[in-house]
């Protein structure tokens, strides 16, 4: 487990978050709490429930809820089976996922994975808020990777869970029934940008960057190459 955060080595941040990676893609499925109450959510369980499971054990964290950034089965073919063991709801993605979502079965067969189709107790939208404990996390709708595709923001942390949609020098892939390339730029380049470029954000994949390093060095979205 990796610690992902601290917002002030001063005081005890309000926000930790662990990085605990699942399934045979390494999808970084995230491990966030509040630390005032201990309450916490797992952001894309997508498989090795035991490892999360046992993850969250180790933590002391006591689970209130599942948050999906979108309907890939790396990032949500467990989700439903792990809430119903547990007895926990799950909230998000934006509903222009369910299309992926339905197709959970049939990828699990496709893939040689795990995962089962499931039903969000809460359909997310642009500008809704999650709670954590005593956090609240902004939701963003970045569609284009998938069109429900969303991202989860902790302002007072300056820290984003942003799934596929941006990665460290990447961005995610459109070549996939209901993509968009155009929509992603857009949607990194005016929906997440604007938050600031002290933003640190886990992907979805890979390791952690900052919004202004993406601006600076990442051959798709970085602010010279959107300019040639």
């Keep these: 487990m990796t610690d992902a955060h601290t917002t002030d080595a001063a005081t005890q941040p309000a926000m930790r ?5 699942v399934t045979p893609l390494q999808q970084n499925c995230s491990l ?32 209130e809820k599942i948050l999906i950034t979108h309907g890939h089965l790396d990032h949500c073919g467990m989700a439903g089976v792990l809430a119903k063991e547990l007895d926990l709801p799950i909230e998000g993605p934006e509903e222009a996922d369910r299309f992926w979502i339905a197709r959970l079965d049939d ?6 994975v795990e995962a089962q189709v499931f039903e969000p107790d809460r359909w997310l939208k642009d500008g809704d808020t999650v709670t954590v404990g005593e956090l609240e996390l902004d939701v963003v709708h970045c569609p284009g990777h998938t069109p429900g595709h969303v991202v989860f923001v902790h302002q007072p942390s300056r820290f984003a869970f942003v799934g596929d949609v941006l990665f460290k020098g990447s961005i995610g892939r459109t070549d996939f029934p209901m993509s968009d390339h155009q929509s992603l730029i857009d949607a990194i380049t005016q929906k997440l940008w604007p938050l600031g470029d002290d933003i640190t954000f886990v992907p979805g994949h890979g390791p952690v960057s900052t919004f202004g390093a993406e601006r600076q060095s990442n051959p798709f979205v970085a602010d010279m190459a959107l300019k040639q």
């Design 107 to 112: 990828d699990a067969g496709r893939w040689g």
């Design 17 to 21: 978050a662990a990085i605990l990676p």
């Design 32 to 63: 966030i709490w509040c630390t005032k109450t201990m309450k916490g959510a797992l952001v894309d369980p997508g498989g090795d429930l035991d490892k999360l499971k046992s993850g969250v054990a180790k933590s002391g964290v006591t689970l």
